[in-house]
């Protein structure tokens, strides 16, 4: 039963992190700010964390298995190429409208002045989106012909689709990252 309210009271940090980060000014959050948020002691905080950098890491791990786990379904479900390239930058673009918070640890927002190696992680979780994409890429040169080169292509999809993220952290999540998207990647293909 104490697992059962540990792992609550984790996932209630968490989430309380992650709507924190929601807030468009963009301020440094403190642990004693989550701690007084979630009306806890900042020890109560460390008996769940080791760190913040233990907090941040969680919210990459999660950011991590959503996308992946999507992405996972549509190289099974899809088997268009140019199809998959579309859902996987497509759900990039919405994972961003619907998870604001995480949009800022994604650009390495939230990250500034956090240990390095949240931002190496997060530059990794990049150098998977970009392989995905490229493998998708692959299977839609193959099928039309077209004379492409994934790499740049993936490579050139992945800077939008962080830009869009960046766009829209930067403008207080008023500029939605899924606005005029579908009629920008027609240029894109």
């Known amino acids: 039963m104490a697992s059962d309210r540990t792992t609550n009271r984790k996932q209630q940090i968490l989430e309380t992190l992650a709507k924190m980060l929601e807030n468009p000014k963009r301020e440094k959050i403190t642990t004693a700010a989550l701690a007084a948020k979630l009306d806890l002691s900042e020890a109560a905080l460390y008996r769940h964390f080791a760190s913040k ?30 199809k998959q390239v579309q859902l996987i930058v497509t759900m990039l673009l919405k994972f961003a ?38 493998q998708s890429l692959k299977i839609a040169v193959a099928v039309s ?37 579908q009629a920008q990647l027609v240029f894109l293909n």
Request: with cysteine; hydrophobic share 40%.
């Open 53 to 82: 950098a233990q907090m941040f890491e969680s919210l990459i791990e999660f950011i991590e298995t959503s996308i992946f786990g999507v992405i996972n379904k549509i190289t099974t479900d899809e088997h268009d190429g140019a």
């Open 97 to 134: 409208e619907k998870n604001p918070g995480m949009t800022r640890v994604l650009i390495g927002d939230a990250l500034v002045n956090e240990e390095e190696w949240l931002q190496t992680r997060i530059n990794q979780l990049f150098d998977r989106l970009e392989a995905s994409l490229r």
């Open 145 to 181: 012909g077209k004379k492409i080169m994934p790499e740049a292509q993936a490579n050139l999809l992945i800077c939008y689709v962080i830009g869009r993220w960046h766009q829209f952290a930067k403008s207080g999540f008023k500029r939605k990252p899924m606005d005029l998207s």
